[in-house]
């Protein structure tokens, strides 16, 4: 399992270097960028050089009709966007959360947000008696958030380059119900 995981990292490392996304700083993963607004990829300029030891992911969310906003792309309302920070630990039968949380923070000058995943060290896990034959390699949470879901700017996240990102959609129902 180790050795898979050392290829795959040597084998994205090499995509992202040949593609151009790597810098000296730190490494920037895109995603989504074949399906970005001309907006989103043209947003991403003022946005900090990830640091050494950081990874920089940025998420161009494909365009979807929305509500228009000031420049053209869509904000909705009925979606948003799920990120979890976290990292891949060998584990037992037990549920595993890890302590840590996403900071907001703004690029000067520009008004663009971006998050930063703070990850403590602490791992916290139920008490179950689980035979020695369970552990497992598995994601482990430790930081996560909804965030609005907006075609126009990229999702920028920093995280140390140890941790994983994962996101998903979601979408509301259009009716509202009415509790009497």
Known sequence: MTNQKSRLATAVALLMVSSGVAFAQGLTVELNRDQATASSIDNLAPYPAPQDGWTRYVIHLPYHLGEPVTNG????????????????????????????ELVS??????G???????????????LMGCPDASK?????????????YNSALPLVIYAPDDAV??????????????AR
Request: hydrophobic share 40%.
């Open 73 to 100: 792309p869509m904000f909705d309302p009925a979606r948003s966007v799920e990120l979890l920070v976290g990292k891949v630990m060998e584990v037992d039968c037990n549920t595993h959360r890890g302590s840590g």
């Open 105 to 110: 923070e703004t690029v000067q000058g520009w």
């Open 112 to 126: 663009y947000s971006y998050l930063r995943a703070e990850l403590g060290q602490d791992v916290m896990s139920t």
């Open 136 to 148: 497992k390699e598995a994601f482990v949470a430790f930081a996560g958030t909804k965030t609005d």
């Open 165 to 178: 990102l994962r996101y998903r959609f979601w979408t509301a129902d259009a009716d509202y119900f009415e």
